[in-house]
């Protein structure tokens, strides 16, 4: 964006209209439908994403805290490490199956979630999925700041041993202290400009990552285990579960993991829209539960070697970096920059995981007015600042129960869209109608009944258990099947959704939706995606093909 005349800044202070976005030159929605750049099919210059670069995507976005916590979890409810490695195996590989399926459909139409859902849920119904995707996305880019926070006062303590003595002046129920609000400002600050880069542009963030935080993260284990001399008690410790507890802990706990990432199993077309290869974005499906398990079990080792000289698991590795501040210079310098690793963590994880996810869902939300940029920077603000996390993670758990048990209405959703695609429209779609809300995906008044169906069954049986989670058995009372049933609350509604959604489109086929080729322009306009090669071969014995006229606007606004 070039700098700004003083009329320009005036006028944009003064008239909402000079905040409009241009509208995009050839876009495929009908005249009197807003689209802007963000919003249309990726143009072919913006298609970088190599197999590499999804490989990065992965190693970015689950090396973090929150996986290294995660195996905590596990043992905590009574399993054992012999138990934990196969969860996060299986877990993972389980949510890594949509990711991959839900994946090609982004890497084949280089188009984003909230446009592809119009296929499966309809041109209006769809935007209940995308307003869920979006909120919860701001709140979970609040939450990982406020997380993020803690490696912003170790950095500081380490600079400036006195910052851990700065005396606080806020209430107590302001859910956080001067100092925690000072790191916390800090990190949203330096994480602002960080979340502008456009996801084209994401590839040197990867990279950077993915040589910080594993460093860091085996360094820790090293010092742990060095400081241990050797790797703890808890690769002697068994399950204290056994029966039915124990199966149904096992299943809870992979329903758990797998839920970590139920939301980016519905959006990942965010992402791969700017593959370059319609097959780049197959190597999640391995390497997604392998990055995690890994993250997991460094995690588990480094927990059970700290044991032995602090008396505790230590689950969280900002706690052990933090004793490093009490070794002199040579510790808090390895204590910095360790922390700067984790922070760096976090802020890839808030990128790929949640500030762009938010941005593309804003984009289609208000399309004249928000493209990707503004949409990061309204959901900083939002995610920031409006939602206070910091008080949330003080006070609120029925809260985190809540969003923990987000994964009951992301199963079906994530279902639905799998079962559209690949069973009953046999890939084929028409691109240009996704844009249109009276097109052949309007259906009855914009809603697809079959997605609804679809969605609604699978997600009632569930909400007596989310009541639980949140509110406790001292208010909700129910029995031991609902109990269980919402241990494996995403995969249920994933596999249900799809069985429902597959035979009533087949008992009753909207058949004005079911083509024999995928439709890429409209009356011969030019669109702004063109297929590679490799999605070319897809299309081969249909006699269907992109237009070889691609337009691109020069427009790029902030």
């Known amino acids: 964006m070039g700098k700004l005349s003083k009329d320009e800044l005036r006028r944009r202070f003064t008239s909402l209209h000079s905040w409009e976005l241009p509208k995009q030159t ?279 070697a700290s044991k032995v000289f602090s008396g505790e698991y230590l689950w969280n590795p900002l706690e052990i970096v933090a004793i490093w501040l009490d070794y002199g210079p040579g510790g808090r310098c390895a204590a910095f920059f360790a922390a700067l690793a984790w922070y760096v963590a976090q802020v890839g994880t808030n990128i790929t995981a949640n500030s762009i996810s938010a941005a593309n869902d804003l984009t289609v939300l208000f399309p004249r007015w928000v493209n990707i940029k503004r949409g990061c920077m309204i959901a900083a603000v939002i995610a920031g600042w409006a939602l206070v996390p910091w008080k949330i993670l003080s006070s609120a758990q029925t809260f985190l129960a809540f969003m923990g048990g987000y994964a009951v209405f992301l199963g079906p959703m994530a279902g639905i869209m799998v079962s559209d695609y690949w069973l009953v429209k046999k890939r084929h779609l028409d691109i240009p109608s996704l844009y249109d809300p009276n097109g052949r995906y309007r259906y009855s008044g914009g809603c697809n009944w079959r997605a609804a169906v679809a969605f609604i069954v699978p997600v009632a049986p569930l909400l007596p258990g989310l009541g639980l989670s949140i509110s406790g058995p001292a208010v909700v009372h129910i029995n031991d099947g609902v109990t269980n049933l919402y241990t494996i609350n995403w995969l249920f509604g994933f596999v249900t959704s799809i069985v429902l959604y597959t035979a009533l489109s087949y008992a009753v086929p909207a058949k004005e939706t079911l083509l024999k080729d995928t439709i890429w322009n409209l009356e011969d306009t030019a669109i702004e995606a063109q297929m590679r090669d490799d999605d070319v071969e897809v299309e081969k014995g249909s006699g269907s093909g992109p237009s070889e006229k691609i337009r691109t606007s020069d427009a790029k606004p902030l």
């Not at 190599?50 to 195996?71: E, M, P, R």
């Not at 909120?135 to 490696?151: H, P, T, V």
């Not at 780049?280 to 927990?303: K, S």
């Open 26 to 304: 050839g876009a495929l929605a009908p005249a009197h439908v807003w689209t802007n750049r963000d919003m249309d099919p990726t143009p072919i210059e913006d298609q970088t994403w190599g197999t590499w670069s999804i490989l990065a995507y992965w190693a970015t976005d689950t090396i973090n805290l929150a996986t290294w916590q995660t195996a905590s979890a596990i043992l905590a409810v009574g399993l054992s490490w012999r138990e934990a490695i196969p969860i996060m195996v299986v877990g993972n590989f389980c949510v890594a199956v949509p990711l991959v399926l839900n994946g090609a459909i982004g890497a084949k139409l280089h188009v984003p979630f909230s446009v592809i859902a119009t296929s499966g849920f309809g041109y209006y119904l769809r935007y209940f999925c995308i307003v869920s995707r979006a909120i919860l996305a701001m709140f979970w880019l609040g939450i990982q700041g406020a997380n993020g926070a803690q490696c912003v006062t170790i950095m500081l303590r380490a600079w400036a041993p006195s910052y851990n003595d700065i005396p606080n002046q806020l209430s107590e129920s302001a859910g956080i202290t001067t100092q925690g609000m000072i790191s916390y400002f800090l990190f949203w600050i330096i994480q602002l400009p960080l979340l502008l880069i456009h996801p084209t542009k994401l590839r040197p963030l990867f990279w950077v990552k993915l040589t910080a935080a594993p460093v860091a993260a085996i360094a820790t284990m090293g010092w742990c285990i060095k400081e241990a001399g050797g790797g703890g008690d808890i690769f002697a410790l068994r399950a204290t579960a056994t029966g039915s507890d124990y199966a149904w802990l096992w299943l809870s706990c992979m329903s758990s993991v797998t839920g970590n990432w139920s939301t980016l199993a519905v959006n990942i077309p965010d992402f791969t829209r700017y593959a370059k290869s319609a097959r780049g974005q197959y190597i999640q499906l391995p390497a997604m539960p392998i990055i995690f398990t890994v993250c997991g079990v460094l995690g588990i080792v480094t927990t059970s």
